[in-house]
């Protein structure tokens, strides 16, 4: 009897410890949900837009959702989070508790299980709201983001008569779906990146599988997992580190705004670039010869789309060479100039009291210097800045004497024609800068030497597999069909030689349609 009183207050006094412990183990998850809480604030540094909503399910479970505000979708998370919690009985505590939450919201939502507190902050940082509940070491991710998005619209520096109108925004996930809207096949492949320390910016690479070459991808997969930045605010971060010379003054990465130019491009084998909060996609490999086309040109007829093409040459060579030309002309070569033309420049040049060299020079500086500064200043009154520039300044410098009129027509005309290729603008008005000098200080002798030095640089240039000047330096007759002569669509069959792909054919053999329709 004795033996049996002790096993029954043995037994009595094991279930009052568990019992007690059960309810010590109780008050400590209520203090870990608290604990857990701070954690988050402190890691934000106890920034005043992260949200702590603390609430509790049917059955009195304490439960929190820790969100960035102006990030998330707030109406989306009292609907589908917390009114749906607050009506349900969990009816337990741990992981039992959170799950069911889970199956409770998942209807309404997208939620995923956080793999760790980096994992739930980064998820915080991209719009994610954290669902804790009251004695669970899990955390849900509940999918509300909601920033702000400009609508697609027709880009400013690629407008177009004829053709889509619709070009990329900030939002990298508009963009993709601008992208498979185009590119309906399974053989596009999208991989995922982050990229800067502090702005954890997203980064896409897209291309075909079937089309783009293996090695290059891989060779811009590896560059831009190397890059180790503190942040990345546009797409032009990126292209500084994909270039192969990053001192080089010439474009080595191509960039669009426009959805239907990157997915031709991307057909071609190339490879695109996104990256959230810039409307700017990079396409790699690049050449020269993509900035004298147009997407006008494949709406138009190939007749129209040639004339264009080399009025756009014959412009950015005007543009380079013609200030030197004239300096060089009027110190040096004055005797090859026919003699109207000669009387005529004599006569605007007397009484002028700078060089001509020095004239133009200061010409061009001022026009440069007009140019920046209505780009900074507000819309209105940079257009009225370049109306008192080009006209009255111009025109008033002319009749006091200090330019001569044959100068300010130069420049002009060289100004203008300079952004008939937009894309190389900035490039070009470096070179008219230095063809000026080299014609001020070496004549016609100097500029020839330096257009053959510049044309050796261009033609030693290689980007990714592929020569600047391709196709014509090297030579390749099967994309010249495409290049400064544009063929009709029928007649271009295979990709460009001079972008590495593993497909080449893209236009269907006629042979094999007529077998097929018999």
């Known amino acids: 009897m004795h033996k049996l009183l002790n096993y029954f207050f043995d037994a009595f006094e094991y279930i009052f410890i568990q019992f007690d412990k059960l309810k010590t183990k109780k008050g400590t998850n209520k203090v870990d949900l608290q604990k857990r809480i701070k954690e988050y604030q402190d890691i934000f540094h106890h920034t005043c837009d992260l949200i702590v909503r603390t609430f509790e399910s049917a059955d009195g479970i304490p439960c929190a959702l820790i969100y960035l505000d102006n990030a998330v979708d707030k109406l989306l998370l009292a609907e589908s989070v917390i009114e749906k919690v607050q009506r349900l009985s969990i009816g337990t505590q741990g992981n039992q508790a959170i799950d069911a939450c889970e199956h409770e919201i998942v209807a309404y939502v997208q939620v995923d299980t956080a793999k760790d507190t980096q994992d739930a902050v980064d998820s915080i940082l991209t719009g994610f709201a954290m669902l804790l509940v009251d004695g669970s070491d899990k955390i849900l991710k509940v999918q509300c983001a909601k ?77 831009i997992n190397q ?7 546009d797409s032009s971060y990126i292209s500084a580190f994909l270039g192969h010379n990053r ?9 669009t705004e426009k959805p239907d130019i990157a997915a031709a491009k991307i057909l071609e084998g190339r490879v695109a670039i996104m990256v959230d909060n810039s409307p700017i996609v990079l396409t790699v490999p690049f050449l020269l010869l993509e900035d004298l ?41 004055y005797n090859v100039i026919p003699i109207k033309f000669l009387v005529t420049i004599t006569n605007s040049i007397q009484g002028i009291p700078l060089p001509p060299f020095l004239e ?6 001022l026009f440069e210097t007009l140019y920046e500064a209505s780009l900074r200043m507000p819309r209105y009154l940079g257009l009225a800045l370049s109306v008192v520039g080009a006209l009255i300044l111009g025109d008033t410098a002319v009749k006091a004497g ?37 014609g001020g200080i070496l004549g016609l002798y100097g ?72």
């Open 293 to 333: 086309q147009n997407s006008d040109d494949y709406y138009s007829t190939p007749a129209k789309a040639t004339f264009l093409r080399w009025l756009r040459l014959i412009g950015a060579m005007v543009a380079i060479l013609l200030p030197g030309i004239y300096v060089a002309m009027t110190l040096y070569h």
């Open 227 to 233: 890059i180790d930045i503190d942040g990345v605010v």
């Open 360 to 365: 133009t020079l200061f010409i061009i500086l």
């Open 147 to 223: 920033w702000f998005i400009r609508s697609p619209s027709e880009p400013p520096t690629s407008a177009v008569v004829k053709g889509p109108r619709e070009g990329f925004v900030e939002d990298i996930n508009t963009n993709l779906s601008l992208l498979r809207k185009r590119l309906k096949s399974n053989n596009l492949v999208i991989e995922q990146t982050q990229i800067g320390r502090e702005t954890n910016t997203q980064v896409r690479i897209c291309y075909l599988q079937n089309l783009a070459s293996p090695k290059i991808v891989a060779k811009i997969r590896e560059q």
């Open 447 to 518: 500029m020839i030497v330096g257009a053959m030095i510049l044309i050796a640089y261009l033609v030693n240039m290689n980007t990714y597999q592929s020569s600047y000047l391709a196709p014509f330096a090297p030579y390749i007759s099967n994309d010249q069909k495409d290049a400064l002569i544009k063929k009709p669509t029928t007649s271009q069959i295979t990709r460009p030689n001079s972008i590495p792909n593993i497909n080449h054919r893209r236009l269907a053999d006629e042979n094999d349609n007529s077998n097929n329709d018999s």
């Open 247 to 255: 001192h080089s003054m010439f474009k080595q990465i191509g960039s």
């Open 402 to 438: 200090l330019i001569s009129s044959p100068a300010v027509l130069i420049v002009a005309v060289t100004g203008v024609m300079s952004y008939t290729i937009p894309e190389q603008s900035s490039q070009i008005s470096l070179l008219r800068i230095i063809f000026t000098f080299v």
